[in-house]
T-cell receptor, first 109, second 115 residues
Framework: GQNIDQPTEMTATEGAIVQINCTYQTSGFNGLFWYQQHAGEAPTFLSYNVLDGLEEKGRFSSFLSRSKGYSYLLLKELQMKDSASYLCAVMDSNYQLIWGAGTKLIIKP | DTAVSQTPKYLVTQMGNDKSIKCEQNLGHDTMYWYKQDSKKFLKIMFSYNNKELIINETVPNRFSPKSPDKAHLNLHINSLELGDSAVYFC??????????????FGPGTRLTVT
């Protein structure tokens, strides 16, 4: 079967750095997406990785290792507004997105 | 200016009723989706349409029927509502599907409560 694993919840301090991991086992691979979802709101796109390596976008970076079936989202200089759920999603060989359950990130002052 | 809109935002109804949720996107995208997000926040794809044609039809009860009158609209009709249908339903759209994966833009969601 297809599986996406992420930690359920993480806590970090304002101004710090946090890394959210995602491991996947899917039927084929056509890219990995990270989305942010604030409570009661819709998911919004953060990043897309299809090749191995690090993609940097401001305070957020996303890393992919296809051989290990592994990705992480790195958030720097954490702000209170970064408190949200972070969803990892993998596009399989049928170009269908398989979603993880999300990681709830709690930022403390 | 809303990119992907859904109506209604909240829907409270009784078991056995039939209801519809409407979705419209003004992004000029070719592909639209319906997702269900349950209380555990797990997003599950239900349907996907590309240029008005059904391309993904996951294992959902046939009480759920999508309708795409044109590329900009994808409505969801639900017959004989059950308690387990209570969830947040998200509509989404993307520019492409298939060999050119693109990000999905989500609507604000419809919170359905069946009593």
């Amino acid at each position: 079967g297809q599986n996406i694993d992420q930690p359920t919840e993480m806590t970090a301090t304002e101004g710090a750095i946090v890394q959210i991991n995602c491991t996947y086992q899917t039927s084929g691979f056509n890219g990995l997406f990270w989305y942010q979802q604030h409570a009661g709101e819709a998911p919004t796109f953060l990043s897309y990785n299809v090749l191995d390596g690090l993609e940097e976008k401001g305070r957020f970076s996303s890393f992919l290792s296809r051989s290990k079936g592994y990705s992480y989202l790195l958030l720097k200089e954490l702000q209170m507004k970064d408190s949200a759920s972070y969803l990892c999603a993998v596009m399989d060989s049928n170009y269908q997105l398989i979603w993880g359950a999300g990681t709830k990130l709690i930022i403390k002052p | 200016d809303t990119a992907v809109s859904q109506t209604p935002k909240y829907l409270v109804t009784q078991m056995g009723n039939d209801k519809s949720i409407k979705c419209e996107q003004n992004l000029g995208h070719d592909t639209m989706y319906w997702y269900k997000q349950d209380s555990k926040k797990f997003l599950k794809i239900m349907f996907s349409y590309n240029n008005k044609e059904l391309i993904i039809n996951e294992t959902v009860p046939n009480r759920f029927s999508p309708k795409s009158p044109d590329k900009a609209h994808l409505n969801l009709h639900i017959n004989s509502l059950e308690l387990g249908d209570s969830a947040v339903y998200f509509c989404a759209s993307s520019q492409d599907w298939g060999e050119r994966p693109s990000e999905q833009y989500f609507g604000p969601g419809t919170r359905l409560t069946v009593t």
